[in-house]
């Protein structure tokens, strides 16, 4: 679990700012933001504040031991966390990421994976292409001989402010990318895991409550949760012993936020917490549900929302 909240600032990646007790609304940085452009997919590398990823405080104690992992959109953000997180309990991964830009962002999260003693195979490569999506999984299959936890993770949005703003292609790719892309993944992978394997889905807040801006995306986010509920039915059913489940963040700092949403400068203000989430703070919920700690868990959402109500 993440603890030890003993970062000050300083160094590279961190930006907490309280102990490891007290008010968890304090514990990270706050809006206003500088305002920070970025070109999609965004980078890591530029956030400011640099976003925690957990590098110094996430600590393992062996609830992975031995497990292979693919986690799409690793470079970075939540996906990001979620690797170190999940290196550091004792499992492999493999990072798949989107551009050329995310190079520098995706070697760094490999270097934390090595750190932790585990392999890291980096892929490059866009998943709204069923084809790619093969690759990953033939990938996997070749350097780790098995899958025993697929996080679908990687997504696309863009913020627009009517309904003549969207376009028919940027509608297809929203799609394309964040649930086209699970339904190709999960198909190619199933019949290499073993039961006791686990698929994670990432949703968002979006899915209950959509905001206004986000459309296509907030539209996929909901799907993503049903598909994840029914697939868990399914595999359960036919006895395949691989449990389905879903993560549904409230606003996380990462460079989705600069790179797609123009008013980033109060992001997270809409929370009980008044301010975003860090990726570590979310990447703790994909270790349970990963872990056999989650053996009766399946078909479910687990809300990391900083408090916002998903009810
Ligand atoms: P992020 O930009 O750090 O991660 C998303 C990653 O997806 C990128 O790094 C990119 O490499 C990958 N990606 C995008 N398009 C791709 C494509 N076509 N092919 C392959 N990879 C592609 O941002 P994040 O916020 O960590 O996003 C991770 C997940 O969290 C997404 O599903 C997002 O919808 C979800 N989420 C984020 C927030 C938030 O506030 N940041 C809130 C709720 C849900
Ligand atoms: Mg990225």
């Known amino acids: 679990m993440m603890t030890n909240q003993s970062n000050s600032g300083e160094g590279n990646h961190n930006t907490g700012t309280a102990g490891e007790q007290g008010n968890p609304a304090d514990r990270y940085p ?3 933001f500088p305002k920070q452009p970025q070109e999609i997919p965004g980078k890591e590398s530029d956030l400011v504040p640099r976003a925690d990823h957990g590098e110094k405080t996430y600590r393992g104690s062996g609830r992975l031991t031995g497990k292979k992992a693919i986690i799409t959109g ?3 953000g939540i996906g990001k966390a ?3 997180a999940f290196a550091r309990e004792g499992a492999d991964v493999l990072i798949s990421y989107l551009a050329d830009m995310e190079d520098e962002d995706a070697e760094d999260t490999a270097a934390y994976i090595r750190e932790a003693g585990q392999q890291a195979v980096l892929l490059k490569g866009d998943i709204s292409r069923e084809q790619h ?3 990953i999984i033939e990938t996997a299959v070749s350097e780790f001989g098995t899958i025993d936890i697929l996080v679908n993770n990687a997504a696309f949005q863009m913020s627009r402010k009517t309904l003549q703003d969207i376009s028919a292609d940027e509608w297809q790719k929203t799609f394309a990318v964040n649930i086209h892309s699970m339904f190709y993944l ?3 992978a199933v019949p290499h895991m073993r039961p006791g394997s686990s698929i994670i889905n990432t949703t968002s807040v979006n899915a209950y ?7 296509p995306y907030a539209a996929t986010k909901a799907a993503i949760q049903n598909f994840s ?3 868990s039915q399914i595999l359960l059913e036919q006895r395949k012993g691989i449990r389905v489940n879903a993560v549904a963040p409230g606003p996380i700092w990462t460079p989705l936020i600069p790179s797609t949403i123009p008013e980033h400068e109060h992001f997270g203000e809409n929370t009980p917490f008044k301010r975003p989430g860090q990726p570590a703070e979310v990447a703790t919920a ?5 872990s056999d700690e989650a053996n009766y868990v399946s078909g479910a959402t687990l809300p990391v929302t900083g408090g916002r109500i998903t009810i």
């Open 30 to 32: 706050s809006p206003p």
């Open 74 to 76: 690793s470079d970075s």
């Open 82 to 84: 979620v690797a170190i």
């Open 133 to 135: 999506c093969q690759h």
């Open 186 to 188: 999960c198909k190619a």
């Open 209 to 215: 409550e959509p905001n206004a801006t986000l459309l």
């Open 229 to 231: 509920a029914n697939l």
């Open 286 to 290: 994909y270790v349970f549900l990963a």
